[in-house]
């Protein structure tokens, strides 16, 4: 069982200072704070567009089966099942896009949805035919 440790201060102290370890079950990251994984992106500060990925693969095909993604060139966060698609987009201004890659409202929705609980609506609702219905009653 080879491991290789990542020890920040005494190494006689093991177990309180180390920071991460690779090992056969995969890459462990220990931290007392929120930052625990930093992918940093445009390292070399030469302000190209560099996205920060973090992508699982297949081990016997090495295909990707998830992705999860920042993109700077549209300002986005994008999540992924298989390789560079966008099933899920947040952008900077808190808009969530699904199927849809700009999404224009808060929640953007390409295709059906089902639903099973309640949905509460506020004054207005728009129906396909663009009119609208006083909600207020």
Do not use: C
Not at 113 to 119: A, R, V
């Amino acid at each position: 069982n080879d491991n290789l440790v990542f020890i920040a201060g005494d190494p006689a102290d093991v177990a309180t200072q180390e920071k991460m370890r690779l090992s056969d079950n995969g890459l462990q990251i220990r931290s007392n704070s929120y930052n625990i994984l930093n992918v940093q992106t445009d390292f070399d500060d030469n302000g190209t567009s560099d996205d920060g990925i973090i992508k699982l693969t297949n081990s016997s095909s090495n295909t990707t089966k998830a992705e999860f993604r920042w993109d700077e060139s549209e300002d986005a966060v994008q999540i992924a099942y298989g390789d560079h698609g966008r099933h899920i987009v947040i952008k900077s201004s808190g808009n969530v896009g699904i199927g849809e890659t700009n999404p224009a409202q808060k929640l953007h929705i390409i295709g059906n949805s089902e639903i099973t609980g309640d949905i509460f609506l506020g004054r207005y609702m728009f129906h396909n035919d663009d009119t609208n219905t006083d909600n207020e009653q």
